[in-house]
């Protein structure tokens, strides 16, 4: 369909005519007078579908063809800028600092806070997070929209975690949650759908009238699922930090409890290490592990936990006898009846099955488990009717 446009042989969709129409800074019912736009319009069109798209090749294509056209559109800059974000997203950052140095500032605050944005995101993936922080602020600094701020606190978060600074990563994010629950709107786009209609309902197409305006009411019902999405991207982001900052905390426990010479420092060390297997450092979790040995006697409570560990590692590390001691684990667990610390085991041997990308078996693996908690639960008398015993199929 897309070549189609570009070779005149299909009319241009609503969705593309109203992207047009926001660009040249018209209502829609121009295109409806009569009209057409032209083929650069339809052009840029198709590239703001593809960057939608993250098909940043294609994109920057067409922008370079736009650049090089001396048409009668007045959005030039917006091509170069536009092109600068393809340059970014593509690893071609020589390139995108040779075009962000051309252009300069502006004296459009809009313009000029896309520009620091890019900017920003240049320094940083130059790992030069200091300045991209800078440049960042200064683009917060001239933003209105909603949107548009939360994108920036987003990316000032990534770019302070990436410093280590989980406290003033906690603290943007807190900044960052208003702006998602009012932002991301649509609404722009649906109030030229009803002055669509209206024109068509005065010109008497009825049918075409009520077609729009019922389209506007779609867009209005996509608003509120996409401030629904904003949230969640923060709430993730929350969480992401959190999870950052967990270590930290740990730490801190565990100084804690080995200043006042307490067992529990070999529980938090447990699960520090833990915690650092699930993010993937090795290395760190074997110093954790090295540093809770100490507090765990063989006849400590958190031996059993210890030796999960352990065999949880190097089954990680590809040695065959950490996934033989995690079955003896389960083994010995389900014999016993306790369901919650062989439903650990099981999930763990399903961790490792993904790692090594048999997913299938990973999902058979947490569904024995959720199939025989339930009838545990069961059996116990208690019910849930929403909590059905599935099988897991490939």
């Known amino acids: 369909m897309i070549s189609q446009v570009e070779s005149g042989k299909a009319k241009p969709s609503l969705d593309l005519i109203l992207e047009v129409a926001k660009r040249l800074e018209v209502d829609a019912d121009y295109f409806f007078v009569d009209k057409k736009p032209s083929m650069d319009a339809l052009s840029l069109c198709l590239v703001n579908v593809y960057l939608s798209a993250k098909q940043y090749e294609r994109a920057a294509y067409l922008l370079r063809s736009l650049i090089n056209t001396h048409g009668h559109l007045p959005e030039s800059l917006d091509f170069l800028i536009d092109y600068t974000l393809c340059c970014l997203n593509l690893g071609r950052l020589d390139e995108a600092e040779k075009y962000l140095n051309f252009m300069g500032d502006h004296d459009e605050p809009a313009t000029l806070a896309r520009l620091l944005h890019y900017r920003g995101l240049l320094h940083f993936h130059a790992k030069r997070y200091?300045?991209?922080?800078?440049?960042?602020?200064?683009?917060?600094?001239?933003?209105?929209?909603?949107?548009?701020?939360?994108?920036?606190?987003?990316?000032?978060?990534?770019?302070?975690?990436?410093?280590?600074?989980?406290?003033?990563?906690?603290?943007?994010?807190?900044?960052?949650?208003?702006?998602?629950?009012?932002?991301?709107?649509?609404?722009?786009?649906?109030?030229?759908?009803?002055?669509?209609?209206?024109?068509?309902?005065?010109?008497g197409d009825y049918k075409q009238s009520i077609h729009y305006a019922d389209h506007a009411k779609h867009?209005?019902?996509?608003?509120?699922?996409?401030?629904?999405?904003?949230?969640?991207?923060?709430?993730?982001?929350?969480?992401?930090?959190?999870?950052?900052?967990?270590?930290?905390?740990?730490?801190?426990?565990?100084?804690?409890?080995?200043?006042?010479?307490?067992p529990e420092a070999g529980a938090k060390a447990l699960q520090l290490a833990l915690h650092l297997l699930y993010l993937g450092d090795e290395p760190a979790t074997v110093a954790a592990i090295q540093r809770a040995?100490?507090?765990?006697?063989?006849?400590?409570?958190?031996?059993?936990?210890?030796?999960?560990?352990?065999?949880?590692?190097?089954?990680?590390?590809?040695?065959?006898?950490?996934?033989?001691?995690?079955?003896?684990?389960?083994?010995?667990?389900?014999?016993?009846?306790?369901?919650?610390?062989?439903?650990?085991?099981?999930?763990?041997?399903?961790?490792?099955?993904?790692?090594?990308?048999?997913?299938?078996?990973?999902?058979?693996?947490?569904?024995?488990?959720r199939n025989a908690t339930h009838e545990k639960m069961q059996a116990?008398?208690?019910?849930?009717?929403?909590?059905?015993?599935?099988?897991?199929?490939h």
């Open 380 to 393: 116990n008398g208690i019910r849930f009717s929403h909590f059905p015993t599935q099988t897991a199929s």
């Open 130 to 203: 200091d300045k991209a922080i800078f440049v960042w602020n200064k683009s917060l600094s001239l933003l209105d929209e909603p949107n548009r701020r939360t994108e920036i606190l987003l990316l000032l978060t990534q770019a302070y975690a990436k410093l280590g600074n989980q406290e003033r990563v906690l603290e943007i994010i807190e900044q960052a949650i208003p702006y998602a629950e009012s932002g991301l709107s649509l609404k722009d786009q649906a109030n030229q759908l009803i002055k669509l209609a209206k024109t068509l309902h005065k010109q």
């Open 293 to 369: 040995k100490p507090w765990i006697p063989d006849e400590s409570p958190f031996r059993e936990k210890l030796e999960s560990i352990l065999a949880l590692l190097d089954a990680k590390q590809g040695r065959k006898s950490g996934e033989k001691q995690l079955h003896e684990q389960a083994n010995r667990h389900f014999s016993s009846n306790r369901v919650l610390k062989w439903g650990d085991a099981i999930s763990h041997l399903a961790w490792i099955r993904a790692d090594k990308n048999k997913f299938g078996e990973a999902c058979d693996l947490l569904l024995s488990v």
């Open 219 to 262: 867009l209005n019902d996509v608003h509120r699922n996409l401030v629904e999405a904003a949230c969640n991207r923060v709430a993730i982001a929350l969480l992401k930090a959190k999870e950052q900052f967990v270590p930290t905390l740990l730490e801190t426990s565990i100084k804690r409890f080995e200043k006042l010479k307490s």
